[in-house]
């Protein structure tokens, strides 16, 4: 992959994009210093909670991530990594003339490096922006942070990045054992991962990677796999008439009503593991006035997939849909779908690790080659997107040590 300095590319912006408003934290040696009511607070404390404050702090809904990449590169710099950007295309909620980028850091100054393990999450949320705010009083395990990103997901973002500094501080790894890779785009149409994937596979040597530890909210448990994806836009065409005389026309209101009825009584694909493959119209529009019959009408809808292989697993459940489509009109609907996926494995077998499966994506299947998958993270999914998003200092400090052991059993230096 072609990897840009930051120092160049971000001198050549223009200046009102600078992001001026956060100062990154000063480096102060290999291991980082707490203050701390909590005389059983690990020595990292203070530098997870203030890395993860300025991670939250800064809205970085998907496709406006730009001020949020620069802060953490910063950061990270300070911290003695090196850290690289590379660009994303812009897509809806980039303001105009705004850059996008992943952020790649690695321990060290190595200008080619080869690491052994990537640890991977997303800077990008879902909206709206919801400010940070901590529990007054001592801090404790106990201490509650909330806002949005707290949990989903730059919690994991701030755990693996004191986990790595920790780890090779004690000697535990080696600089070039691991990269950290931080991509835009995860809440929307997995962009980053799949622009970073798609730069490491063009290389003329292929990736040095044989494990991937991804990020996400999992209740600190270790993921088994996850439910696949289908996302697709209907567009239904039927006639208008006077609402006296329906029959005169074809209501598009009624076909998409009447379809969608049929698909949730219809069992689309289902897994002893997974369960059944899910399906949410989320939103519906169609007609223009009460006393006409609707000429057209859109939906756009949601199916998590509980059935495989990963390469077309959703592709089975869009065959079943459009079955019941052309069931309903044959002539009327229309469908248009995102790339999607099946069911999602991930190792699991780990050691000390609880476990379990979830319903929601992640970028796993957008990262492709064949290498061992770990998703892991702290808090729990049931708020990460609602106005109620957080998380404690101890779900913090607990993901930090599990990521180094899962660090170190990836690289094989524990059992």
Known sequence: MRLESIVAVLAALPAALCFQEQTPLKGHGKLHGATSADKHAPSYRKALIDLHRNLVTIPSISGDEFKVGQWLV????S????????????????????????????????SNPRPRVLVSSHIDVVPPFISYGIDDGPITKDT?????GSVDAKAAVAAMTIAVEELVAAGRVKKDDVMLVFVVGEEVAGDGMITFSDAAHARDEPPSW?????????ESKLVCGHKGALFCDLKVTGVASHSGYPWLGKSANELLIHAVSKILETDLGSSELYGNTTFNLGVMEGGLAGNVVAASATGKFGARVAIGPEKDGH?????RIQAILDEVDKDAFEMTCNPGYGTVDCNC??????????NYGTDVANLKGNFTRYLYGPGSILVAHGENEALTVGDLESAVEN???????????KS
């Open 144 to 148: 509650v942070i909330r806002g949005r």
């Open 349 to 358: 077998d780990v050691k000390g690790f609880e476990t379990l499966t979830v």
């Open 403 to 413: 990521y180094e052991k899962l660090i170190e059993h990836a690289l094989g230096n």
């Open 315 to 319: 592709l089975i459940v869009k065959k």
């Open 74 to 77: 910063d950061y990270l710099i």
């Open 210 to 218: 044989h494990s991937v530890i991804f990020g996400e909210p999992t």
């Open 79 to 110: 911290r003695d990594f090196r850290a690289d950007i590379q660009f994303v295309e812009p897509r809806e909620g980039t303001p105009e003339g705004a850059q996008r980028f992943n952020v790649l850091a690695w321990p060290g100054q190595y």
